[in-house]
């Protein structure tokens, strides 16, 4: 009957949609495509008892795979587009690097595992000194640019395991994992010294201020640190600018 057609098709689509959902298009397609040709054999050998042209089973076939595999690929761009949201929602639209929101979430993540393995961290902040400048001499869609550049080169320029965000305007904040005070020294300067280089180079009439945080058995929350360290940064702004603030954090339970 019609009824036990679409319930047995409903039978063969719950897996394939999860194929799809959890594993990619492919595996739903491939699924798809077997799902048809065991339900085409399974009622070409019973076609005696039925009294069914082969004609119509292979029609009834056809309309079976289109059915899945329509469903297949509305599945695969419903979880392509929910991926994107997500993506977006977790991304600074200007700079493709992590926004505030993303940022601190990842970073929580990161101060749980150090106080578990007792592994020191550094977090960095810094801000583009003059930027309105920028914005006035040039246009917003130049300072634009330069906010990208700067996203750019900082996620070119670090490991994959740095945690890189955009925390508005033109401040910027990174966490080193496993980075005590030595490295934090090496990695700042070279990173500072790579970031001055590329400014000069395009002549723009700015300067980076950063403040430098290393936290060693530290069981502090992030938004202290995030305190700490920016206010780090403004001591680099107020003295005069172009400059580092280091300082090393210990915090024991």
């Known amino acids: 009957s019609t009824s036990f057609d679409i319930s047995i098709s409903f039978f063969y689509l719950a897996p394939i949609i999860f194929a799809t959902w959890y594993i990619d298009l492919t595996a739903g397609i491939t699924l798809s495509i077997t799902s048809t040709i065991i339900w085409l054999v ?35 761009h419903l979880q392509r587009a929910l991926n994107r949201e997500r993506g977006l929602a977790r991304t600074d639209y200007l700079t493709g690097i992590l926004n505030s929101r993303a940022f601190r979430e990842q970073a929580n993540i990161e101060l749980a595992r150090a106080k578990r393995s007792q592994r020191p961290f550094t977090i960095i902040y810094f801000e583009l000194d003059n930027f309105k ?102 001591e680099s702004k107020k003295s005069e600018k172009n400059r580092i603030t280091y300082r090393v954090m210990v915090h024991d339970n």
């Open 42 to 76: 399974t009622s070409v050998l019973a076609l005696p008892s039925q009294g069914i042209s082969m004609w119509v089973l292979v029609l009834d076939s056809a309309i079976r795979l289109g059915l899945f595999l329509v469903s297949t690929i509305l599945i695969a």
């Open 133 to 234: 400048e920028i914005n006035e001499r040039f246009g917003h869609a130049q300072g634009d640019k330069v906010l990208q550049f700067i996203g750019r080169e900082l996620s070119r320029f670090l490991r994959v395991t740095d945690i890189i965000g955009r925390m508005g305007g033109e401040e910027f904040v990174v966490l080193f994992s496993e980075t005590d005070q030595q490295n934090a020294y090496s990695v700042v300067a070279r990173l500072y010294g790579f970031l001055t280089a590329e400014i000069r180079k395009k002549k723009w009439p700015i300067t980076i201020s950063m403040g430098v945080l290393t936290c060693i058995q530290t069981t502090i929350e992030l938004d202290k640190v995030l305190h700490e360290v920016d206010k780090m940064m403004y």
